[in-house]
């Protein structure tokens, strides 16, 4: 069973910044793309950023200009860069990780993010 460990949440002023670490049981290259979801207390888990085997990088709306996936073959890490924190971006951040053939889609536990004053 893959598993996908997440670190990196805390809290943070607003302003500030965290890099997100998700570090997957099998080779980054064996997924089709990679990626970060989040969930805030009473809203639908959603799309934060998304990277592919190819490097082709999908952000949402609110994360264009603040955060940047990337990935780090030798340490089989992927990142999420996450600069000038507002309060809303406070959830839990979910590291994903997506395989087209057989269809697979593979979760870790979640990592809290908390930005506030």
């Known amino acids: 069973q893959v598993q996908l460990a997440e670190s990196g949440g805390w809290l943070v002023q607003p302003g500030g910044s965290l890099r997100l670490s998700c570090a997957p049981s099998e080779t980054i290259f064996s997924f089709n793309a990679m990626g970060w979801y989040r969930q805030a207390l009473g809203k639908e888990r959603e799309l934060v950023a998304r990277?592919?085997?190819?490097?082709?990088?999908q952000y949402a709306d609110s994360a264009k200009g603040r955060f940047t996936i990337s990935r780090d073959y030798a340490k089989n890490t992927v990142y999420l860069q996450m600069n000038s924190l507002k309060p809303e971006d406070t959830a839990v951040y979910y590291c994903?990780?997506?395989?087209?053939?057989?269809?697979?889609?593979?979760w870790g536990q979640g990592t809290q993010v908390t930005v506030s004053s």
């Open positions: 994903n990780g997506f395989r087209a053939g057989p269809f697979s889609d593979y």
């Open positions: 990277i592919s085997r190819e490097d082709t990088t």
